[in-house]
């Protein structure tokens, strides 16, 4: 039988994004407790699409990632980078049948700067629509251990 | 290099269905630099295929495991210490490495991720062009060190063909045209007289014709 579970985000964001300290940081996992996983990254551009799945694949229903705004990344074009390798996720979910919907990118704006906060909170509304993930609802596939 | 593409992931799918216990093996030489069968991308298949067991209820073992070099035994034998625990490989090598881990076992089904595509150059982050079909018998000396039959659309030997404008391809106006390149790459080292001779039509026996071709060197091999 299917176990209720607490519906997940998986977010990495850059820590260049306003009020993104280990004091917001932990206030946020504070206040949204095991339905949020936060992953702070040097820069977006770190980001890799391998990151994204795994997250899915292993305790997230939707998995995004916050960038600096276009154009305002410290390291020229990471942001742009990891609109790309969100891009490459969605299409191996798309492969497998899930939603694209179930990984995302938020740029921050470019004249007033959203707090980590603020953007998390959107995300979280912005995923809400989203069911379960199938893959974690299901018992799992993996038949043993090859060790 | 040797360049790849991933297959379509259905398409894989539907190879492996038959088997329950799966390594995932990529490659971390050429289609690693091809970005098709590195350790990223033998990751990102392996976890989208647990994914996708674990959605139809499957009960499948998918394991992941990235060689320097799949294409060479002394590097394929590291499989040993667990090959024995899977029913099926699913290689991320380009078409040799696939067939030398068939090879070394021959009891396991070795299955293709990728389709193998050319020898080529990294061009650009992201592009790869073809630049040498492997002729066995290389020509470049002659032709300013542009080969003809990798580069220009209709592999003429003695060309430009009369289509060539501007310095592009009339085949693809994308593409430069390999015989302007190669004249303007003589014109500079002032060796434009080796296009006085005739070529004649290339010895394709050194490419193909005689089966699998072979490189021996005795001074490389074992005592």
């Given amino acids: 039988m299917t176990e209720k579970r607490q519906f997940t985000l998986a977010l990495f ?18 206040e949204y407790r095991s339905s949020l996983r936060l992953f702070p990254i040097p820069c977006s551009g770190r980001l890799e699409s391998l990151h994204l799945l795994r997250a899915l694949e292993e305790f997230a229903d939707a998995a995004y990632v916050i960038t600096c705004p276009e154009g305002a990344c410290r390291y020229f074009e990471g942001n742009l ?30 004249g007033k700067p959203k707090s980590l906060a603020a953007l998390t909170g959107e995300i979280m509304d912005r995923v809400a629509s989203l069911d379960p993930s199938p893959v974690l609802n299901k018992r799992t596939g993996q038949k043993g251990d090859a060790s | 290099m040797i360049t790849a593409e991933q297959k379509p992931i259905a398409e894989i799918r539907k190879m492996i269905e038959p088997y329950k216990r799966i390594l995932v093996v990529g490659c971390g030489s050429c289609v690693a630099e091809c970005a098709a069968g590195g350790e990223k991308e033998t990751g990102m298949l392996a976890s989208a295929l647990r994914m996708a067991a674990k959605m139809e209820e499957k009960e499948v073992l998918i394991k992941e495991r990235t060689l320097d070099r799949q294409c060479v035994k002394d590097f394929v034998i590291q499989l040993e210490d667990e090959i024995d625990r ?9 078409g040799a490495g696939v067939q030398a881990v068939a090879e070394m076992y021959p009891e396991l089904p070795i299955i293709p991720a990728l389709n193998t595509v050319f020898l080529g150059e990294t061009k650009d982050q992201g592009l790869w062009v073809e630049n040498c079909v492997g002729c066995g018998d290389c020509m470049l000396f002659f032709f300013g060190g542009i080969c003809p039959l990798a580069r220009c659309s209709k592999q003429l030997l003695n060309g430009p063909c009369g289509g060539s404008m501007n310095g592009r391809c009339e ?25 006085e001779k005739i070529y004649p039509p290339k010895a394709w026996s050194r490419k193909q014709g005689k089966g699998p071709r072979k490189i021996i060197r005795e001074d490389q091999q074992r005592v």
Avoid: H, M, T
Avoid at chain 1, 82 to 110: C, P, S, T
Avoid at chain 2, 86 to 94: E, I, M, N, Q
């Fill in chain 2, 86 to 94: 899977y029913d099926a490989v699913l290689s991320l090598g380009c």
């Fill in chain 1, 81 to 110: 980078r990891a609109r790309k390798r969100v891009d490459v996720a969605g299409d191996y979910l798309a492969a497998i049948g899930l939603e694209r919907e179930r990984v995302g990118i938020v740029a921050n704006e470019k």
């Fill in chain 1, 13 to 30: 964001y850059c820590q260049n994004i306003p009020e993104s300290g280990l004091g917001e940081r932990q206030a946020l996992e504070e």
């Fill in chain 2, 171 to 195: 085949v693809d106006a994308d593409l430069p045209c390999a015989w302007q390149l190669i004249i303007d790459r003589l014109e500079r080292f002032d060796a434009l007289e080796r296009l």
